[in-house]
């Protein structure tokens, strides 16, 4: 029978599976080398390899958990349902929302959620190496407080918020349920912050939040 390139765990399919494996082969990535996962083939498995399988091989972009195309409020709940900075699920993948591949859903993976944010599915491939794809760096040890940098440039910034949600285009359904999600969000974000030494808290500060029809109940 013949496998696809990608389809790394031989199922017929090639999805999140098959990058959450890739992912999981990295730090041995200088061992012995299997051919059919060394998909940009230089002996090594790293980044570019995952880079290819997501944007060559499935044509997607980082953020996209579902793989449909769309990176999208269905992408972001997905995230937001399943935050665990300290990667407490030790099932957490792409399907999950951890893009970086480093086992766990935090900041990291919400900015390339952010970045890519793309509803409508325009499927541009970037030029390489304008998006984040976690490739920079690891993750510092979990518990510990995010870098001041990432707050500062990250969640801190409403407006990286609030553009999760300007285009998304079907209308004032859309951007109440956008508001919503977001105020959830935004409180489970903040527990995580007060576990850490950041004192901000997001969900009571009115900047962060998107101003629109929010008719049910509040949370
Ligand atoms: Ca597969
Ligand atoms: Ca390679
Ligand atoms: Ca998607
Ligand atoms: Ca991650």
């Known amino acids: 029978m013949l496998i696809a390139v990608g389809?790394?765990?031989?199922?017929?399919?090639?999805?999140?599976?098959?990058?959450?494996?890739?992912?999981?082969?990295?730090?041995?990535?200088?061992?012995?080398?299997?051919?059919?996962?060394?998909?940009?083939?230089?002996?090594?498995?790293?980044?570019?390899?995952?880079?290819?399988?997501?944007?060559?091989?499935?044509?997607?972009?980082?953020?996209d958990s579902n793989l449909d195309g769309l990176i999208d409020l269905s992408d972001y709940n997905t995230l937001a349902g399943h935050f665990d900075p300290v990667g407490e699920n030790p099932n957490l993948g792409w399907s999950q929302g951890d893009f970086d591949g480093d086992g766990d859903v935090d900041l990291a993976d919400y900015m390339t959620l952010a970045t890519n944010f793309d509803p409508s599915g325009n499927a541009s491939t970037a030029p390489a190496g304008s998006q984040t794809s976690g490739a920079q760096e690891p993750e510092p040890d979990p518990p510990a407080a995010f870098p001041d940098d990432a707050l500062s440039t990250g969640l801190a910034s409403p407006s990286s918020r609030l553009a999760l949600s300007p285009d998304v285009d079907s209308g004032e359904a859309q951007q109440a349920l956008a508001a919503h999600r977001q105020a959830a969000e935004l409180t489970a974000l903040d527990e995580v912050f007060t576990r850490t030494s950041s004192t901000r808290h997001l969900a009571d500060d009115p900047s962060a939040r998107v101003t629109g029809p929010l008719n049910s109940e509040e949370i």
Request: proline share 4%.
């Open 7 to 63: 389809d790394l765990d031989r199922d017929g399919l090639i999805d999140a599976e098959d990058i959450d494996l890739l992912c999981e082969l990295i730090p041995n990535g200088g061992g012995p080398v299997d051919w059919r996962h060394d998909l940009v083939a230089d002996g090594v498995i790293d980044r570019q390899d995952v880079d290819w399988l997501v944007r060559g091989i499935l044509e997607r972009e980082y953020g």
